[in-house]
């Protein structure tokens, strides 16, 4: 199992990791789709001082993490800041074509609620959950399918 780290300790465990990477795996089993979950403390500053906005870093993780090399485009990425209490969605162009902006507004949304509840697991499996879901739709899995990312929660 995973190490957590300390900043992460009183709100995910170790287990939690584990469920999430889980569920990233179930979720993939249906869809050629790839999704994976960044986690850090805050978002980082920028060079000049001011604080990224949280969807310019889930951009950048997302070329930093290679996603954007999957061969149909259509890696997710979920990015939280757990202690800024940010979160952004990065959908590579094959499945943001196809789902669009309301569909990652009502994704976002169902998270900030869930995080209000203080349930950051629930949060981020059900996320999950409902990408598998909504991957699978467009782009079901094929006989030749490569996991092509980790499924293991990256961490920051
Ligand atoms: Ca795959
Ligand atoms: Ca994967």
Excluded: C
């Excluded at 790839?34 to 403390?41: G, Q, T």
């Excluded at 940010?86 to 569909?103: C, P, S």
């Excluded at 094929?142 to 293991?152: A, K, Q, S, Y």
Aim: charged share 35%.
């Amino acid at each position: 199992m995973a190490d957590v780290p300390r900043w992460l300790r009183r709100r995910l465990t170790a287990e939690d990791l584990d469920a999430i990477a889980k569920t990233v795996a179930a979720a993939e089993a249906r869809t050629s789709g790839e999704i994976r979950v960044h986690l850090e403390p805050r978002v980082p500053r920028a060079r000049i001082g001011k604080s990224l906005e949280p969807l310019a870093r889930a951009r950048e993780l997302f070329t930093g993490l290679g996603m954007h090399r999957t061969r149909d485009r259509n890696g997710v990425l979920i990015y939280v800041a757990l202690v800024d209490q940010k979160l952004a969605l990065v959908g590579d162009d094959g499945i943001h074509a196809r789902v669009g902006d309301e569909y990652w507004a009502r994704l976002r949304d169902g998270m900030v609620e869930r995080f209000r509840r203080e349930a950051p697991r629930e949060a981020i499996v059900h996320a999950v959950e409902s990408l598998g879901a909504a991957l699978a739709e467009h782009f079901p899995r094929r006989p030749d399918d490569v996991d092509e990312l980790p499924n293991t929660v990256s961490l920051e």
